[in-house]
């Protein structure tokens, strides 16, 4: 998998990670790739739910860049 994985493909397991986890499923998160980085995009309530989604992605993207652009809640 990896860098060679096609980027769509990477991108629906990134996402169904995502809506697996017990503390972020309650979201509705979204993952692409673009430039050959993981992408992240949507709105959770903490810090730490944002990291544990940036976690997620590179621990699937395996090498791949990181953009976390999911919002915190204010």
Known sequence: MGAEE???QLAKR???ALAENENL???HLDASVRDEAIVL???VATGAEKEL???IAQRLGEGR???NEIRVKR
């Open 6 to 8: 096609d980027p769509e």
């Open 41 to 43: 995009q949507g709105e």
């Open 53 to 55: 989604a940036g976690f």
């Open 65 to 67: 860049a990181l953009k």
């Open 25 to 27: 499923g309650k979201y």
């Open 14 to 16: 990134v996402e169904a």
